[in-house]
């Protein structure tokens, strides 16, 4: 497809999407939020993780530290400015995190990304315990579900944009070559540590802004509703389901596992944990590198 | 083998589409159902059956609501202004202790399963997660296991909101009001050694506990706050006991409960007034503890001479299979006697049915005219003590239904 054609079907995508809450009953807009926030989510994660390989336990790091933000400064700043400052906390972390950290490799970096979530969590909560003498805090702020919905909705659009905009750029071409092979990047002069740091940056950042926008929902927030690792897990493996590598895989990941989420837990909510793990065996089994993928070497394989 | 891997991933994919559909399916065929559908109450919830949540809800709501449910429909339904009587039918969902989806399931409730009476889910956060939710949609939120000290703030914000386990600082004034009672009749010195667990619960009581006990004119000799996953308080209470009080206080949860009551027999740590948090009203609570806890006191407490209370106990333990907790189960139960009475009177309106919540008496397991202040339950039993085998609600001088306390404390055997 052509890419004037591809932008103007997009938009006109989005536009509807933009469109449909208005149309729709509260709960579907509600499924639309949880669903566009996971695709922003699993896009911004894939941002860094897809190309380089690094996979990252750490979204619920970013994604709790942008919640809490608007918690601590909902009061005290305009609401846009908060959003500001949530985009420069998870910056500022991302880049202190990946300077000590991106040296790191393979299951290490893991592990470490896994532990800095925990990291967090225990350190606002020390925080909050030792210090401010709250645990707990309160968001009002006047949006329904579909204003945070058109939000996420738009950074959805943001993170899709980024992602094709590095996608197309010397920087993605260096990010292709770092994952397949550092070393050989590194000897063709790529300078590898600060494409990954940069990479790590601006997808932290956008894990960040979801967390932020999302917070007003839940009207209360402390750590352990926040940081709920659930969230790292969901977005790596919608990720990986759709297929990391690609521009579109998240999302096509997001979607589908979204809604057959929200379909087990209202049409078997006793079983929904061992349903789920049994799915999860099956997609890793079934299609290792994702659902794009598998489409493609299906086609394939049906030519001649 | 490939075309099998093939199959199977058609398989995956039909299926997911089928899901979606199915979804989509169910909820258009649930509104249809409901046009026609007038013969039942819907009420619905969404409660933690997993994650960190599930046990608290498990001990404290579902059971009640369970045993609330089974009683209505034993005895033919709800009853109505007119007379008629119509039987409670349930949809419960699982919010896997995550607040995201607590808040869908209760939008699910109101907007695709259209359920009259939505009944609020466990915990302070929770709660307060699905008040706008609620307000919005205008069901009233009986918010049973919630403790908060902003519940008059709540009130005005949301105001078919009901809130009945009181704050923190009720329960501290009323530990406090039995410290000072006792330190004037000579049985505790000016010390106090506190510990508190450093989570929602924990914090919250600590931070009113510091003032109210300094303004009785105690001394906190002794401040600690330990993670949540702390097992070994062996160091902790060998330091409180150093710290030359006769009185500990403990804002645990219950494993910590547990844990603390056990380490405490085993060290010989037996000061005059020992309190603890969450777990110490559980039933099972003796048992864990093995053997003698008499003079223990934790929050809560019952009246063993209400015939009432101990009605409700035996049925919660004939229907439910366990007893209840002896805090938070028996007012949960009671806010839901006050929502079947308020449809009795008024009927299945939201709006009308709110507002006799707010004005009206109840015939409750509390007592025979239980009413809300302000939105708020306030004849709570705020601290209680374990006396010959029963966790009794407690004060001073006793009276009212409360036992007077007994300090200082036994040894533990």
Redesign the interface.
């Known amino acids: 497809m052509k890419t004037p054609l591809a932008f103007a079907l997009a938009a006109v995508v989005l536009a509807a999407l933009a469109a449909a809450p208005l149309f729709i009953p509260d709960y579907w807009t509600g499924v639309l939020l949880g669903m566009t926030g996971y695709v922003a989510l699993a896009t911004a994660w894939a941002l860094f993780s897809g190309p380089t390989r690094y996979v990252s336990l750490a979204t619920v790091a970013f994604f709790g530290v942008g919640a809490y933000t608007v918690a601590v400064l909902n009061e005290v700043l305009p609401y846009p400015l908060v959003l500001l400052c949530a985009g420069g906390i998870g910056a500022a972390m991302a880049l202190v995190v990946g300077l000590s950290t991106l040296r790191l490799a393979g299951v290490y970096f893991v592990i470490f990304t896994f532990g800095l979530a925990e990291l967090v969590r225990q350190t606002v909560s020390w925080w909050e315990v030792n210090v401010t003498y709250t645990m707990g805090r309160y968001v009002f702020l006047p949006f329904e579900g579909r204003h945070i919905y058109w939000q996420l909705l738009a950074l959805a659009a943001v993170t899709l944009l980024i992602s094709w905009a590095i996608g197309r750029s010397r920087l993605g071409l260096a990010l292709k070559a770092i994952g397949d092979d550092e070393t050989v990047a590194a000897h063709a002069g790529i300078n590898v540590t600060r494409i990954k740091l940069m990479l790590f940056v601006i997808s932290a950042t956008l894990i960040t802004l979801v967390g932020a926008i999302q917070a007003p929902r839940w009207t209360y927030i402390e750590p352990s509703i926040v940081f709920n690792p659930t969230v790292s897990f969901m977005t790596l493996i919608m990720a990986l389901l759709g297929g990391a590598m690609r521009l579109w895989g998240p999302l096509v990941g997001a979607v589908p596992l979204f809604l057959l989420f929200e379909w087990l837990s209202v049409s078997f909510p006793d079983h929904f944990s061992i349903i789920l793990g049994l799915l999860f065996i099956l997609i890793v089994f079934v299609m290792p590198q994702g659902v794009l993928a598998k489409l493609e070497d299906l086609r394939g394989r049906g030519k001649p | 083998m ?1 075309s099998f ?2 199959e ?2 058609g398989a ?2 039909r299926l ?2 089928r ?2 559909a ?2 989509l399916l ?2 258009v065929a649930s509104t249809a159902a409901l046009a026609q559908d007038g013969d039942t109450v819907k009420i619905g919830y969404a409660v933690s ?2 994650g ?1 949540n599930a046990g608290g809800s498990d001990m404290t709501v579902t059971p009640n609501y369970q045993l609330w449910v089974e009683e209505v429909n034993a005895a033919g339904g709800l009853k109505l202004p007119d007379g008629s009587q119509k039987m409670i039918e349930v949809i ?3 919010d ?1 202790s ?4 607590v ?3 209760v ?2 409730l ?3 399963d259209e359920v009259d009476f939505i009944l609020p889910p466990w915990g ?2 929770f709660n ?2 699905v ?2 939710l609620m307000a ?1 949609f205008g069901y009233p939120h009986l918010a049973g296991a919630a403790v908060t000290d902003k519940a008059p703030d709540f009130v005005e ?1 949301w105001d078919t909101s009901f809130w009945f386990m009181g704050g923190s600082v009720d329960y501290v004034d009323a530990l406090t009001e039995i410290l000072v009672a006792q330190r004037e009749a000579g049985t505790i010195n000016d010390q106090i050694a506190m510990v508190s667990v ?3 619960f ?3 009581l600590v ?1 009113a506990a510091r003032p109210a006990f300094e303004a009785a004119g105690f001394e906190v000799s002794y401040d600690k ?1 330990f ?1 949540p996953e702390t097992s070994d308080f062996a160091t902790i209470l060998g330091e409180a006991g150093n710290a030359g009080a006769d009185t500990f206080v403990a804002f645990s949860y219950p494993p910590h409960t547990f844990a603390l009551t056990k380490q405490a027999k085993v060290a010989g740590f037996n000061p005059p007034v020992f309190y603890l948090g969450v777990g110490a009203a559980f039933p099972v609570y003796p048992g864990i503890a093995g053997g003698s806890v008499e003079g223990v006191m934790s929050l809560g407490g019952i009246d063993p001479n209400n015939e009432l209370t101990m009605a409700y106990r035996s049925k919660h333990e004939e229907v439910v299979g366990r007893a209840p907790d002896l805090w938070g189960s028996i007012l949960v139960y009671a806010s839901l006697q006050m929502l079947a009475q308020s449809i009795e009177r008024v009927g299945l309106d939201k709006a009308a049915v709110a507002n006799e919540l707010s004005t009206g008496s109840f015939s409750t397991v509390l007592g025979e005219e239980t009413r809300l202040e302000n939105n708020q339950l306030r004849a709570i039993n705020w601290i209680g003590q374990w006396q010959d085998g029963n966790f009794v609600a407690v004060s001073a001088d006793g009276g009212e239904g409360k036992a007077a306390v007994k300090l200082p404390k036994p040894g533990w055997e």
């Open positions: 490939t891997i093939a199977t991933a995956v994919r997911m589409t899901g979606a199915a979804a169910a909820s059956k997993s960190p419960e969902y699982d896997r995550s607040a995201e989806e808040v869908r399931a939008e699910r109101a907007t695709q302070t956060g307060l997660a008040a706008p919005k914000r450093a989570d929602g924990g914090i919250d931070k706050t993670p």
